[in-house]
C-alpha cells in the first residue's frame, strides 16, 4: 500500500528527506510501523529528529491522521489503509 507522510514545522527532516511531502510503499499497518520505516529508510539523523531515546515518537511531535484525527502516544498502533496520508508536525508553544 503507498501512505503520505508529510512534514509541518520539521525543517531539518524536510531537507535530509528532500522534500515536505514523501509517498511512502508501505507493507506493514500501524502509524508506529510507519515512522519506524520512514527512519530506517531515511538514516540516523532523521531518527534523532523523530524517535526518543526509547525509540517512540518523540514527545514534541505530533501525528495528524488523514487530517482529521489526532493520533495520541497510546494511539499508535492505530491501522493505515492504502491512500492514506500521516502529518508528523512539532507542535511549539509560546507567546
Do not use: C
Amino acid at each position: 500500500m503507498s501512505v503520505t507522510v508529510e512534514f509541518l514545522s520539521l525543517p531539518n527532516v524536510v531537507k535530509m528527506v528532500g522534500s515536505k511531502t514523501i509517498t511512502i510503499d508501505f507493507s506493514n499497518q500501524t502509524v508506529e510501523e510507519l515512522i519506524l520505516q520512514v527512519t530506517e529508510k531515511y538514516g540516523s539523523k532523521v531518527r534523532q529528529f523523530l524517535l526518543d531515546e526509547n525509540g517512540k515518537l518523540d514527545m514534541m511531535l505530533k501525528v495528524l491522521h488523514n487530517r482529521e484525527e489526532w493520533i495520541r502516544a497510546d494511539r499508535m498502533q492505530k491501522p493505515l489503509e492504502d491512500g492514506d496520508h500521516v502529518t508528523i508536525m512539532l507542535l511549539a508553544a509560546g507567546g
